[in-house]
């Protein structure tokens, strides 16, 4: 009996692996096209988010320099707690593609360190009895007073934590001091009460200074001398330096805009500059 026509069954089986082989590199070849368009659509994704986090942002940076201008030509007289601009501070809120909050403060709110490079006793009295209240030792105070006397104006504290001064101890002073041009006075419209008792050196006298702010919204000289507060030269009722700091995230996006700003008042005219931005994501 006579075989059938045919290929040989290994040839044949070699030409079904080829097909196979043929197949498997093609299914290979698919899977990193799909994957990188993947990787391209998420990374298009992001740069989306992120360059609409980036507009959030700095519309709110707008919206408190658009504030800021506003007030000094409506009301150059005081700058306190109950106007426009302080209202803009806004918690976490739904906006369209993400979230969005936004925090504005006075940093004339603050003692400002620079006023101790003149070396004139009222401020350098009022920083130590602001260093006993936090217990910090005084040899750290005299270091930080140093500095600034030696190497003053200062625009941020390299120099001092050069000079030795810990992390810890500037953490405790954060929020009682901050570092502004020499002539930026402590706004008592804005002040916390904390502060305000270390500047009249009276806690029931700041108590009710406090009080009458609150009612009436702000204070004039007239009401620290209703309420027998001491005469304060180194404090004033207005304000130009604030801190304004936006967080915004859209998809997977949080970007934060730390904002200073400056405002600078002439006749008639007022402008609000950007003397330091700090953008960080997350």
């Known amino acids: ?75 150059s007289a005081t700058d306190n707690l109950s106007e426009p601009w302080a209202a803009l501070s806004q918690q976490d809120i739904a906006v369209p593609g993400g979230r969005f909050a936004l925090a504005i403060e006075d940093e004339q709110a603050r003692f400002n360190l620079n006023a101790l490079q003149t070396g004139a006793p009222g401020p350098i009295d009022l920083f130590q009895r602001i260093g006993a209240a936090l217990e910090v030792d005084p ?58 008792a270390l500047i009249t050196d009276d806690p029931e006298v700041s108590r009710r200074l406090v009080e009458r702010r609150t009612r009436t919204g702000y204070l004039l000289p007239a009401d620290l001398a209703a309420e027998g507060a001491p005469s304060l030269p180194a404090a004033g009722y207005t304000s130009d330096h604030y801190r304004v700091v936006t967080t915004v995230t859209v998809g997977e996006v949080t970007q934060v805009l730390d904002s200073r700003l400056a405002r600078l008042r002439g006749i008639g005219a007022v402008d609000v500059v950007v003397t330091a931005r700090r953008r960080t994501a997350g």
Request: glycine share 4%.
């Open 1 to 75: 009996m006579s075989s059938s026509p045919g290929r040989p069954p290994r040839r044949e089986g070699m030409i079904l692996l080829n097909v196979l082989l043929v197949l498997a590199v093609a299914s290979v070849a698919v899977l990193i096209m799909v994957s990188t368009q993947d990787i391209e659509v998420q990374r298009s994704t992001r740069l989306r988010d992120a360059a609409q986090a980036s507009a959030y942002a700095r519309a709110g940076e707008l919206s408190a320099i658009t504030a800021l201008r506003r007030d000094a030509l409506t009301a």
């Open 139 to 196: 040899a750290t105070l005299i270091r930080i007073a140093t500095v600034v006397r030696v190497a003053g104006p200062l625009t941020d504290d390299s120099l001092i934590r050069a000079a030795g001064v810990s992390p810890a101890d500037l953490d405790r002073l954060a929020p009682y001091v901050t570092l502004l041009p020499p002539r930026a006075e402590i706004n008592l419209n804005t002040v916390s009460e904390p502060l305000l």
